[in-house]
């Protein structure tokens, strides 16, 4: 949820800002559920306390600092601790060792002692054990039963509602929720199990990012299990505040009774919360969700229930990942085989843009699009074909710089698109296919009504502008709101498809790229590379099946030979790159006079011939006089000069000998184009 105050120079803006880096992992107290010691790493000594360590350990603080651990839980449990992994990570964090002390009070306490190590501080916290809470064989049986219902959950949806259910009936809360983070960071409950109605449904319900803040987000995604026994239990302080070696408050982020920060104690009051256990679904580092218990009263789960909740909580991230892994393989194979027959037209030779524009209604309803565009080099494909007449959506190349597959239901408003595209592009996927190349997938704008728990609008500071106080809203009755301008939301379907795409698309790419590269290799083998005419081998190919077909029907065919007069001269006076210029000019007078089935080659140095289908004689002298007509007309500039060159020409017609080939038809006009030459250049002669 955006900051609902404006105005700059309001001091309310800071606290409300502030409120999200907020430091709730060194509150300086713990909850008054046990007791907390900070053990040095390498020493053993005490180095800071909780002030209710009489109560529980059954020695006053200022008689523990300083001293060794083993002074107070003996030497083997010190060893124990010591010799650990003591990581603050499932399984390691909260698992239980049992100790006994004998308090300067004359009692024995028997006590759950929970160690784990963070920058380099032990810390060590109790709690009271409790024989028949414990039940281990008992607790066991149980857990293997909830798990063995668990790891059956055929679906996401059938998984988390049995995971709410299993919850709900270990712990006894009245209302436990999956609570699933959007990624906004804002949330919506989407399963719920509770004991009864007397106690509200949330079900459905949004909730903004601001009530679950980054600093705590970041907090559930490192320790995944946050217990409130009883919100309204004043916090007990830690003392000294800073640890006496680093000068630095204790971090309690892995921490079971780390305190509650004032704004959270208000905001559960005002929910009814009077007690809270929050269990992390983490997959590949990034929070999913929370499994969130609420009781309505103060409860204080034991700590083997607790770990058993844990377990459950580990179970079902595990039994979601493979439901995802397995969604994703069925999705990865259904758009590729949807797609197969677009890679096997660019395998047979087909274009890729013209082989994407068969398909492209296809990749909308598989992605369930309403719009796409692809950017491929110079040339774009739109759909639907209104679309078109749109200006193109180049500002998307700019969602290009950030991750491969971009997703938003909001593109129109994150990319200032154009508003003529909105209808069409209210939100979307963007492919990032390099190059300035891309794919988008558009989706149109939805009204969506959607049921807040509480007004996310009202603002979190209270009070004037000269004493601001946090506080979060008073009430979480139920408020609707029509959201628009945002499309339907993609999910982990579409998005899972929308990489695989990519790589279908770099895939149809590399074929492109591949046909483009063996039709420059065909062209560069029969082109003249100065040019751009066919060259010798490539004439004397065409021109024998242009001598044959004639043959065949009983079809004219005329031959002109010409060369550039003194062109060595030409070489020798302005040099070679003058020269390559004027061969380069006759070139192209030759292809804006001729026809489209007229066969034009340079077969080297200066010489040229032109291949006439259909073409009597005399037409084929009459092309030849205007060639040479235009060449001594024409001039080509170098270096501020005006170079004009002659050419000679000898034409010859195919005979009525069945055996004549193209080098006797070629031969005779030879003898022609050495007549012309003989006779003083500059002209056209025939060879008959």
Not at 192 to 204: F, K, N, Q, V
Not at 329 to 338: G, Y
């Amino acid at each position: 949820m955006n900051n609902p105050l404006t105005e700059k120079d309001d001091p309310r803006v800071a606290l409300y800002e502030g409120c999200e880096a907020e430091p709730i992992h060194i509150p300086g107290s713990i909850q008054p559920r046990g007791a907390l010691l900070a053990v040095d790493r390498h020493s053993g000594e005490i180095l800071q306390v909780s002030l209710n360590t009489e109560r529980y350990l059954g020695y006053q603080p200022e008689g523990l600092l300083g001293k060794d651990i083993s002074f107070l839980i003996g030497a083997g449990p010190k060893k124990q601790i010591m010799d650990r992994d003591l990581a603050p990570v499932y399984p390691n964090l909260n698992e239980p060792v049992l100790v006994t002390i004998a308090g300067e009070d004359n009692h024995s306490h028997e006590l759950i002692m929970m160690p784990h190590l963070n920058d380099g501080v032990v810390i060590l916290e109790f709690e009271f054990y409790n024989e028949q809470e414990a039940a281990p064989l008992a607790a066991y049986h149980r857990l293997l039963a909830t798990l063995n219902r668990i790891s059956q959950s055929r679906s996401e949806d059938e998984l988390l509602q049995q995971a709410v259910t299993e919850v709900q009936a270990l712990t006894g809360y009245e209302r436990v929720m999956y609570y699933r983070f959007k990624e906004d960071g804002s949330g919506i409950v989407t399963h719920e199990a509770r004991t009864d109605s007397s106690i509200g449904s949330y079900l459905d319900h949004h909730f903004p990012a601001a009530d679950i803040p980054a600093r705590a987000r970041e907090l559930y995604r490192q320790n995944s299990l946050r217990f409130i026994f009883d919100p309204e239990a004043r916090a007990v302080p830690i003392r000294p505040a800073n640890n006496p070696r680093t000068g630095k408050p204790l971090d309690l982020t892995y921490a079971v009774f780390r305190s509650i920060a004032p704004v959270h104690i208000e905001y559960l009051r005002n929910m009814g919360v009077g007690a809270s256990l929050s269990l992390s679904i983490v997959i590949d580092d990034h929070l999913e969700g929370l499994i969130a218990c609420h009781h309505r009263s103060s409860s204080a789960v034991s700590q083997y229930l607790r770990v058993t909740c844990q377990s459950v909580a580990v179970a079902v991230t595990s039994h979601l990942s493979k439901l995802r892994a397995s969604s994703t393989s069925s999705w990865n194979n259904e758009i590729r085989e949807s797609l197969e027959p677009f890679i096997n037209e660019i395998i047979n030779g087909q274009r890729l843009v013209t082989a994407f524009r068969h398909h492209i209604d296809t990749l909308m309803s598989l992605m369930d699009a309403d719009s796409a565009f692809l950017q491929f080099g110079k040339e774009q494909v739109a759909a639907p074909k209104a679309a078109e007449k749109q200006p193109f959506p180049v500002q998307l190349r700019g969602v290009c710089t950030g991750p491969p597959v971009y997703a938003s239901d909001r593109l129109g408003e994150l990319r200032s698109l154009p508003g003529e595209l909105r209808e069409y592009l209210t939100g979307g996927i963007v492919i990032d296919l390099d190059n300035g190349d891309f794919l988008c997938l558009g989706r149109r704008e939805y009204l969506d009504d959607i049921v807040w728990g509480g007004d996310p609008t009202k603002p979190m500071v209270n009070g004037d502008t000269e004493n601001p106080r946090l506080s979060p809203r008073s009430s979480f009755a139920s408020w609707r709101e029509t959201v628009r301008g945002r499309s339907r939301a993609f999910g982990a379907r579409e998005k899972t498809m929308a990489t695989a795409l990519r790589h279908i698309m770099f895939e149809a790419k590399a074929l492109e790229f591949r046909r483009l590269a063996e039709e420059k290799m065909q062209l560069e083998a029969r082109t003249d590379s100065l040019t751009d005419l066919i060259n010798r081998k490539e004439f004397y190919r065409r021109g024998q099946e242009e001598i044959e077909r004639a043959r065949r029907y009983g079809r004219e065919l005329a031959l002109v030979y010409f060369d550039i007069d003194h062109f060595k001269v030409v070489n020798d006076t302005h040099g070679h790159d003058a020269g390559d210029r004027v061969l380069r000019r006759v070139a192209d007078l030759c292809r804006e006079r001729l026809r489209v089935n007229d066969i034009c080659a340079r077969l080297g140095g200066e010489e040229f011939v032109i291949l006439l289908p259909e073409t009597q004689l005399q037409a084929a002298v009459h092309l030849a006089e205007c060639l040479r007509e235009q060449f001594e007309n024409d001039s080509v500039s170098y270096d501020d000069i005006e170079i004009r060159v002659t050419s000679s020409f000898g034409v010859a017609v195919l005979g009525a000998d069945p055996d004549e080939t193209l080098e006797t038809v070629l031969k005779r006009a030879d003898t022609a184009l050495y007549q012309a030459k003989a006779a003083g250049r500059n002209r056209v002669v025939s060879d008959l």
